[in-house]
């Protein structure tokens, strides 16, 4: 069962943006740490192909930013994460692992240190506000930490380069991966890093206060006309193909990192302080009983996953299918799913319990396209 319209209340928290959004013909919103994220424009096939041949503004601003100020700034963000940040850079950005005393996924930020003692960690659907709050109250931590007036915007495709240089100039062209500068738009510092929740290459800007969310969105507009810029948001399609994971669908605190695939993040030998440190270097003796992977669903088009479908092969569970789309270039369904050691070898055949029916469907690597 899909409910066809979301009521939109003064508890769902509109963006700087969601006046251009709606300008723009948004069909439909989800709700994502308590704000608009759009999830489709012409549609979500419409808006994948587009993606992948041209470039798109996305108004993420829901990717909203703990930041973490003051003298024990570090020790606090290294508390929350087994990845090592001690050679962290002034300009660098990491995919970040956020796990609780038991080594569960609390959220995977980007965590970009913004100064020596100022972090900013670009937080995925969960509350971790309260959970770093928790934590420099409990420990009298010297920090202050709080939500600032920061609202992503995202600029991804094949044309993201070209459109950038237009509005921020030819240096953005030498922004690397996961790397930020500080560029000016109307006189005003903006962080922008070479990031993006898609495969296709892009930027995100950090919009540093409400007010000028409109004018940078119309001037994206205004030089992008002739490279045909629309207004998008993140795909299902591609981001499933990409391998890239939404958390609170493919991972909750019931997953590890390990379990997540997220290991290559995790230096929690050399992440001295981190809360799950001691639970997750337990672990790393046995290895996880599961995993994240891809699942080729075989057949037509299968609905939205709305809650975990069931993987199962000679009668036992033995796993489960989280995010799912028909992807029109691969010409397949393409999934994500937790899958249990006896079965998580790339080529295994499963079935998987859709609302479409029981389908067969086979193991696959994550990425899906590289
Ligand atoms: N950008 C910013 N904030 C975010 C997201 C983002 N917050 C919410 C959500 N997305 C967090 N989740 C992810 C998941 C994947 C990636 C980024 C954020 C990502 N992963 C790359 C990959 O898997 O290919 C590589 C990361 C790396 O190699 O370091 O980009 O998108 N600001």
Redesign the pocket.
């Known amino acids: 069962m899909q409910p066809t319209l979301l009521s939109i209340t003064a508890r769902i928290r509109r963006t700087p943006f969601t006046d251009r959004v709606v300008a723009a013909g948004v069909r439909s919103y989800t709700v994502y740490n308590h704000m608009l994220l759009p999830s489709s424009f012409e549609s979500v096939e419409a808006d994948y192909h587009h993606l992948k041949r041209h470039v798109q503004v996305w108004d ?1 601003s829901c ?1 909203r930013q703990v930041e973490i100020r003051g003298p024990d700034a570090f020790r606090l963000t290294q508390l929350l994460t087994p990845r090592d940040l001690s050679h962290m850079q002034d300009d660098q950005c ?2 970040t692992p956020m796990v609780d005393e038991s080594g569960g996924m609390l959220n ?3 965590t970009l240190r913004i100064e020596e003692d100022c972090y900013w960690v ?3 659907d969960s509350d971790l506000l309260y959970w770093a709050k928790g934590i420099a109250a409990g420990m009298r931590l010297e920090v202050d930490v709080d939500e600032p007036d920061v609202s ?1 915007l995202a600029v991804q495709g094949p044309k993201a380069d070209d459109l950038m240089a237009r509005v921020f100039g030819e240096t953005v062209r030498d922004i690397r991966f ?1 790397r930020y500068r500080r560029l000016a738009f109307e006189g005003r510092e903006m962080v922008v890093a070479r ?3 898609s ?1 296709q290459g892009g930027f ?1 800007i950090y919009v540093d206060g409400g007010e000028y969310g409109e004018p940078l969105w119309d001037a994206l507009f205004a030089a992008g006309e002739d490279l045909g810029v629309r207004a998008g948001c993140p795909n299902m399609i591609e981001r499933i193909e ?4 939404s ?1 609170g669908s493919d991972m909750t605190r019931e997953n590890t990192p390990h379990e997540c695939g997220l290991s290559r993040f995790c230096d929690t030998r050399a992440a001295i302080g981190c809360i799950g440190r001691e639970a997750l270097l337990r672990m790393l003796h046995d290895g996880p009983a599961r995993q994240i992977r891809g699942v080729r669903i075989q057949g037509d088009a299968v609905p939205n996953c709305t809650e975990p479908w069931l993987v199962h092969a000679d009668g036992h569970a033995v796993g489960k299918v989280t995010s799912a789309a028909w992807s029109p270039d691969l010409r397949t369904n393409v999934a994500i799913g937790m899958i249990d050691a006896s079965h998580w070898n790339i080529g295994t055949t499963v079935e998987v319990d859709t609302p479409s029916g029981t389908r067969l469907a086979d193991v696959s690597a994550l990425p899906f396209v590289k």
Request: hydrophobic share 30%.
């Open positions: 993420v990717e990491y995919y995977d930020p980007v670009s937080i995925a992503p996961f990031s993006g929740y495969k995100e990409g391998g890239l994971l958390y």
